[in-house]
């Protein structure tokens, strides 16, 4: 019987950037990988595992209206050891820094199996920005057997912190194989006219960060008749509560429901300007050749702010809207895709598995 490896996720991009790994796992078919969905955002989690082609093997349902991360943790800690007990795996693998990632690698540590980390070694080095998500990738670090670091800076962090050599891999990001695969299967459409893509839903931007960057975003769809904005909102109410006051009835702001990924992706690729504080799309937007306005004080990405392809924009109006109108007046990206990214090739996910399997099975 094949050895098993458990995969966690337990939001969004959680899924999006797993997806990859399933499908490499399954594809080198030597071990069996076996899908443990905690549920911290379930309905959004599971149109999206959907929309991957990420099944659901077992389901833990944590979420609770109005929870917040210490009760997350502690009904993932409560549930996860019985699934474990059931499914032995050899290998638990949790990507990023949610609460969902952090329970589970501690689970897996304290059952003695063995921990991989995709996306392990992201630092912003300030625990409040972004907030938990720095303490928490921080905290998985140390329990983990694998850490799988998507750029060469991100090893030097884990080295720093005296993570030893031979437990950090530099795979490059699954989320450029995602969105490669992604755009791949997208249905062509018609090009509509040009639009800012907006993704805006961090615990650190709610309240009077996040009305100034929309104010910054209203400001300049003011001044530029041309442009309009199109908004996939997360249903957090924090969210939805200020885009109201601020945005009101706006002509151009179009607001939708949360998509699934491949028709996000698609969204993505036809956009002029991406808006965000995300940290997922500012490792894809430049695999697209979109410029992203991280709306942020500080990004545990620089890779791109350093090669110029994203900006660090911050979270006044004046400084959005001026970055917005710079950003909308370059020219738009006509080359190909996958673009030049220090995020990868796209073939991060096939590396982790390699990894796994050898260690695991020799």
Known sequence: MKRRCALVVGTRPEAIKVAPVYRAILEQGVLEPVVISTGQHDDLLRDTMGS?????????RVMEVGQEPAGV??????????????????AVLVQGDTTSALAAALIGYYAGISVGHVEAGLRSYDHGHPFPEEGNRQ????????CFAPTEAARQNLSSERIEAERIHVTGNTAIDSVIWAVGRAEASAADEP?????????????EPLREILAGLRDFLDRRSDARAVWPMHPNPNVRRVAEEVLGGSQSVRITAPLGFVRFAALMAKARVVLTDSGGIQEEAP????????????TERPEAIESGQNWLVGRTADGVADALERAWSEPPYLGPVPAASPYGDGHAGARIAEIVARELCG
């Open 52 to 60: 991957v082609g990420l099944p659901m093997h077992h389901d833990l």
């Open 73 to 90: 943790f502690a009904r993932v800690a409560e549930r996860l050891p019985r699934v474990l007990r059931d499914v032995l795996p050899a």
């Open 139 to 146: 905290m998985i670090a140390r329990v983990c057997r694998w």
């Open 195 to 207: 639009y800012v893509l907006v993704t805006l839903h961090r615990r650190e931007s709610f309240g």
């Open 287 to 298: 695999s697209l050749g979109k410029r992203a306005l991280v709306a942020r004080e500080t």
